[in-house]
């Protein structure tokens, strides 16, 4: 079996030619039910050897092997050159090129980050909890770039329309911003809906990126597409992957 470009989806946003990035799906892939198809989480449950094949099927893609992370819906950003085998960070960073910065999701935020020059680039993992503790504030911290010179696109999560939480969640956001109060809609159970795009965007605003893009997704409703914990409990995967190139070739 062979991974397809129709498989992935390609962000779209006005990056430079050098930066090269890319989402996974659940398209593709080896794995049975409930992981089916391409999960690259080596953590879920599933077949050791099933993901590692897995893995295998995005080489044409990528110029090296991604980093893996053990996330742990922290701050700790790693730069992902010097980094050991398996760092245990919910963000990477880098600046050399062919080295591969990657996160996984299914229903937390995967956001990427680059500058207009080319320089840098970083892979964020935004739950809702990392996003309150400020993940993103601290990878942009040590791109060391000025904010206005970065542009994010935010990957596929949970939508507004699906994602359920309690008062806990709302007020831990509210209590610091009172913008954050756009981001949630009262349920009449008590709970609210929350929109972790619209939170996401607005703490990058915060400190100075205008440049926002993507943000159209819900993997919790597009099952054909995407995995989603919220919806399935035992499920795969997904990765976000962003690298630099030292010139225009394509990198996949």
Same mark, same amino acid.
């Given at each position: ?11 779209? #946003?006005? @990056?430079? $030619? ?43 893609? %990528?110029?090296?092997?991604?980093? #893996?992370?053990?996330? %742990? ?8 050159? $010097?980094?050991? *085998? ?5 963000? @990477?960073?880098? $600046? ?10 299914? /229903? *937390?935020?995967?956001?990427?980050? *680059? /500058? ?28 060391? %770039? ?38 949630? %809609? ?5 709970? #609210? ?22 943000? /159209?997704? *819900? ?8 995995? $989603? ?13 962003? #690298? ?9």
């Amino acid at each position: 079996m062979m991974l397809s470009k129709s498989d992935l989806i390609l962000p779209d #946003w006005p @990056a430079p $030619s050098n930066v090269h990035a890319m989402q996974t799906t659940r398209m593709g892939g080896f794995s049975e039910r409930p992981y089916h198809r391409l999960n690259l989480g080596d953590h879920v449950g599933d077949d050791s050897l099933i993901v590692a094949a897995n893995r295998q099927l995005l080489t044409p893609f %990528v110029p090296t092997e991604p980093v #893996w992370m053990r996330q %742990v819906h922290g701050t700790s950003v790693v730069d992902i050159a $010097s980094a050991s *085998c398996l760092p245990e960070a919910d963000a @990477a960073f880098t $600046s050399a090129s062919a080295t591969v910065c990657c996160v996984m999701t299914a /229903d *937390c935020l995967p956001l990427l980050l *680059c /500058d207009r020059a080319g320089s840098v680039v970083a892979a964020v993992h935004a739950g809702w909890r990392g996003l309150l503790k400020g993940v993103i504030e601290s990878t942009i911290a040590v791109m060391q %770039v000025a904010p206005k010179e970065l542009m994010a696109w935010l990957g596929p999560a949970i939508g507004p329309k699906a994602f359920e939480v309690g008062d806990d969640v709302r007020t831990g956001f509210t209590q610091n911003d009172v913008n954050a109060r756009d981001a949630f %809609v009262t349920l009449e159970n008590g709970k #609210w809906l929350a929109d972790i795009y619209l939170l996401a965007r607005q703490r990058l605003q915060a400190v100075g990126v205008t440049q926002i893009h993507g943000g /159209d997704f *819900c993997t919790y409703t597009d099952a054909t597409r995407f995995f $989603s914990y919220r919806r399935d409990q035992r499920t795969g995967r997904m990765a976000t992957l962003i #690298w630099l190139t030292k010139n225009n070739a394509a990198g996949g």
